[in-house]
T-cell receptor, first 116, second 110 residues
Framework: GAVVSQHPSWVICKSGTSVKIECRSL??????MFWYRQFPKQSLMLMATSNEGSKATYEQGVEKDKFLINHASLTLSTLTVTSAHPEDSSFYICSAPPRASSYEQYFGPGTRLTVT | DAKTTQPTSMDCAEGRAANLPCNHSTISGNEYVYWYRQIHSQGPQYIIHGLKNNETNEMASLIITEDRKSSTLILPHATLRDTAVYYCIVSLGSGYALNFGKGTSLLVTP
C-alpha cells in the first residue's frame, strides 16, 4: 500500500530556533498534502493544505509566517517551524491521498516536537 | 463539513465484536462516511468508508442507516492491538482535509 514517511520522528530544539519537518510520499506522487497538529490528549487539527508548485492554504489562526510550508516536488512537502516556542511543542502529522481516484488518505507516522 | 458525534470511550473484551456508533445527522448527499483509527503516538490509519451501502473489508464492517444519519463500525473479533482512538469522519473524498472530532477511545481488555 501507499506509504508516507516523516523525518525526523522526534526532535528537541531550543526556544527561538527553527525546525524543519519533512513529509515524503514514498511510492506515489502527491499534488496535495495536509499538515495537522495534535496536542496531548486532543484530536488532530488541520493546520494547512500544501499544494505542489503553489502557496499553501492555512487554516484560520495558523500563522503562515511562523509555519512555513514548501511543496517543491510531487513527493516532498516540508513544514518549518520558525522561532519555535514551548507552546509549539506538539505532534505534527502529514497526510496525502495516494492518487486522484483514491478514497482514502495515508498518514505519516508523525513528528514529535519538543521546544525547551 | 458535517460534524459527527461519537461516545467518548468504550470497552470491549478480546475476541468479542466491537460496535462503535457514530451520529452524522447533517451529512449531505455527496459526503462519505470514513473511519480512521489512531494508535497511541502514531499517525491515523484508514479503516473503511462508505456512501450508502454497507461495506466490509479485511479490517471491519461499516453499517450505514438508510437515512444516512448514523453508522456503526464493527470490528468482528477485537484484539488487544485494536485498542486505539477511532474517528468517524464525513468527507467529500480523499482530496479534502479531514475534520477529526474527538473520536471514541476503544479499550480492548483480555
Amino acid at each position: 500500500g501507499a506509504v508516507v514517511s516523516q523525518h525526523p520522528s522526534w526532535v528537541i530544539c531550543k526556544s527561538g530556533t527553527s525546525v524543519k519537518i519533512e513529509c515524503r510520499s514514498l511510492d506515489f506522487q502527491a499534488t496535495t498534502m495536509f499538515w495537522y497538529r495534535q496536542f496531548p490528549k486532543q484530536s488532530l487539527m488541520l493546520m494547512a493544505t500544501s499544494n505542489e508548485g503553489s502557496k499553501a492554504t492555512y487554516e484560520q489562526g495558523v500563522e503562515k509566517d511562523k509555519f512555513l510550508i514548501n511543496h517543491a516536488s510531487l513527493t516532498l512537502s516540508t513544514l518549518t517551524v520558525t522561532s519555535a516556542h514551548p507552546e509549539d511543542s506538539s505532534f505534527y502529522i502529514c497526510s496525502a491521498p495516494p492518487r486522484a481516484s483514491s478514497y482514502e488518505q495515508y498518514f505519516g507516522p508523525g513528528t514529535r516536537l519538543t521546544v525547551t | 463539513d458535517a460534524k459527527t458525534t461519537q461516545p467518548t470511550s468504550m470497552d470491549c473484551a478480546e475476541g468479542r465484536a466491537a460496535n462503535l456508533p457514530c451520529n452524522h445527522s447533517t451529512i449531505s448527499g455527496n459526503e462519505y462516511v470514513y473511519w480512521y483509527r489512531q494508535i497511541h503516538s502514531q499517525g491515523p490509519q484508514y479503516i473503511i468508508h462508505g456512501l450508502k451501502n454497507n461495506e466490509t473489508n479485511e479490517m471491519a464492517s461499516l453499517i450505514i442507516t438508510e437515512d444516512r444519519k448514523s453508522s456503526t463500525l464493527i470490528l468482528p473479533h477485537a484484539t488487544l492491538r485494536d485498542t486505539a482512538v477511532y474517528y468517524c469522519i464525513v468527507s467529500l473524498g480523499s482530496g479534502y482535509a479531514l475534520n477529526f472530532g474527538k473520536g471514541t477511545s476503544l479499550l480492548v481488555t483480555p
